[in-house]
C-alpha cells in the first residue's frame, strides 16, 4: 500500500519569505511523484510531477520540488512567496504498480501575509 | 480544449437517500477517476473507470458505485446515505488507465451535504 505524509498542516509566511514544504511517501517500488494546489474557491491543480530523470523538477509560479528516493521524500520549495500563493498545497503518491492511483497527503494550508 | 466539468455544483440529501454525481472528463481524455475529500483533509481515491470498465477501486463500501459511458463521461452513484457522507466529490481524467499512469486533471467538484 502507498501512503502520504505532510508534516506541516499550517504553514505562515511574510512575503518574499522562502517556502519549504515536507512530503514523505511510504512505497515498495518505482513511484511517479505530484505537487497540487488548490487556491481559495478554486478545484485542484497540478504544480509539477516527477516520473523519471532529473530528480529536481520545475513547476508552475516559481515552484520547484527535488525527488530524494533515500529518503522517501518529494519537498516543495519556492525561494520568494508572494500573497497569491496562498492556497493548500497537497502532495500525491502514485506507486508504478498501482494503477493510476493517486494517494495525497492530508495537505498543507498555506498563509502568506502581505 | 475543454476541462474536467462536473454537475451538480452542491447537493443537499438526507440520510438513506441515494445521489448521482456527473463528470465529464477533458477532451481526448479516456480514464475517469472518482475522489472523496472530506473537510480539513485531503482527497481519498474512489475508483477509476477505464474503458466503461472499474480499474482500481479504494476502501469504499459497495454502496459507493459507478458508471462510465463511450463518450467517457462517468456518473458516481451513492446509495443509502450516511452524514459521513458529506464531503467534496472530485472528478479527475487522464490519458492512461489500466496499469499505465499519467496526470490527473480534476474537475471542480460536487459539494455534497447529508443531512
Known amino acids: 500500500a502507498q501512503s502520504v505524509s505532510q508534516h506541516n498542516h499550517h504553514v505562515i509566511l511574510s512575503e518574499a519569505a522562502s517556502l519549504e514544504l515536507g512530503c514523505n511517501y511510504s512505497y515498495g517500488g518505482t513511484v511517479n511523484l505530484f505537487w497540487y494546489v488548490q487556491y481559495p474557491g478554486q478545484h485542484l491543480q497540478l504544480l509539477l510531477k516527477y516520473f523519471s530523470g532529473d530528480p529536481l523538477v520545475k513547476g508552475i509560479k516559481g515552484f520547484e520540488a527535488e525527488f530524494i528516493k533515500s529518503k522517501f521524500s518529494f519537498n516543495l520549495r519556492k525561494p520568494s512567496v508572494q500573497w497569491s500563493d496562498t492556497a493548500e498545497y497537497f502532495c500525491a503518491v502514485n506507486g508504478y504498480d498501482a494503477g493510476n492511483m493517486l494517494t495525497f497527503g492530508g495537505g498543507t494550508r498555506l498563509m502568506v501575509k502581505p | 480544449e475543454t476541462g474536467v466539468t462536473q454537475s451538480p455544483t452542491h447537493l443537499i440529501k438526507t440520510r438513506g437517500q441515494q445521489v448521482t454525481l456527473r463528470c465529464s472528463s477533458q477532451?481526448?481524455?479516456?480514464?475517469v477517476s472518482w475522489y472523496q475529500q472530506a473537510l480539513g483533509q485531503g482527497p481519498q481515491f474512489i475508483f477509476q473507470y477505464y474503458r466503461e470498465e472499474e480499474n482500481g477501486r479504494g476502501n469504499f463500501p459497495p454502496r459507493f458505485s459507478g458508471l462510465q459511458f463511450p463518450n467517457y463521461s462517468s456518473e458516481l452513484n451513492v446509495n443509502a446515505l450516511e452524514l459521513d457522507d458529506s464531503a467534496l466529490y472530485l472528478c479527475?481524467?487522464?490519458?492512461?488507465?489500466?496499469?499505465?499512469?499519467?496526470?490527473?486533471?480534476f474537475g471542480p467538484g460536487t459539494r455534497l451535504t447529508v443531512l
Open positions: 479527475a481524467s487522464s490519458l492512461a488507465g489500466g496499469r499505465s499512469t499519467d496526470t490527473q486533471y
Open positions: 477532451s481526448g481524455h479516456n480514464t
